[in-house]
């Protein structure tokens, strides 16, 4: 994932991103993460500092591709607002690419906040995850199963192939299946404001 992509993630909801600490929520744990939030976020030389008891947020790593970037966003985006309105800080353990699907672990969150992360999930089996795309997307196995659109799908084989990586004989189409969800995703309902 690049840089300012993960960055903006983390600076979303810095709190989710500090989980080993604290383990249950206390006043002291809540103003000591927002302060470091802020301290991190406004003195951007602090996030390379190694002083700090509780990990630091700035340096969680996302084992995903940029595509998963925007479907990321708004998965935290979700979460924060739920968090929110139950005064509870969701913390994420790792977020990973996984059998060609995103895993997003937490260490305990809301039944609202595992039906938002269960769906993006799902989700995930339908956008590319090297560039975003939504159709055409299906899942490349070339000994590691990833979800890609087409035209990465074709550009990451041959890249392969030319690195000696697959073994001769081996074409495309023996390595490319379009996605097959196996359960039908829908989109929650949402109460419109009048």
Known sequence: MLEKHRIELIELYPQMFTWSVWKEP???????????????????FTRKLNYISQPNPYNYRFGVGDGWFRMLRDLIIKIKRNDKKNGYVTKVTQIKEKFGGLRFYVNGTSDVNWDYIQFAEDKSYTICESCGAQSNVGILNTGWLGTR??????TEFENKKSEGRIKDGITFEDVWDYARISKTIQ????KLKK
């Open 26 to 44: 206390n006043t002291f744990g809540k103003i000591y993460n927002k302060v470091l939030a802020v301290i991190h976020k406004y003195f951007k």
């Open 187 to 190: 989109t929650p309902k949402v």
């Open 149 to 154: 659109c087409i035209k990465c799908a074709k």
